[in-house]
């Protein structure tokens, strides 16, 4: 059972940086795949990112390759989304998501547990 709480989103003009972070506190995040998600108004949820358990693994859309990083600390059970680079595109309610085991996937119906979300927007 894992509950995950996301942090970090907020208001950023274009072309500048925020890291979000999703704190797990259930159980141990090993052999947990982390995704992250967002969902902009009037669309469908998009996957954007997700690493496997060990870190050694991850998986970046298109839209945000060479300018997002994902990473996690196992220890601290939390995953962070490093966002460079912004774009007003950009802009939607980032989620995280578990799975346990398995492959990545940018796949929401994947997922077995989700946060809240947080707000990104990026405007001038």
């Known amino acids: 059972q894992q509950q995950l709480l996301e942090s970090g989103g907020g208001l950023v003009q274009p072309g500048g940086s925020l890291r979000l972070s999703c704190k797990a506190s259930g159980s141990s995040l090993d052999y947990y795949v982390i995704g992250?998600?967002?969902q902009a108004p009037g669309k469908e949820r998009e996957g954007v990112s997700c690493i496997n358990w060990s870190g050694g693994n991850t998986y970046y859309a298109d839209s945000v390759v060479g300018r997002f990083t994902i990473s996690r600390d196992n220890a601290k059970k939390t995953v962070y989304l490093q966002m460079n680079s912004l774009k007003p595109e950009d802009t939607a309610v980032y989620y995280c998501a578990a799975k346990f085991r398995g492959s990545g996937s940018v796949t929401s119906g994947d997922y077995d547990y989700w946060?809240?979300?947080?707000?990104?927007?990026?405007?001038s």
Do not use: H, K, L, P
């Open 115 to 123: 946060g809240q979300g947080t707000q990104v927007t990026v405007s």
């Open 36 to 38: 992250w998600f967002r």
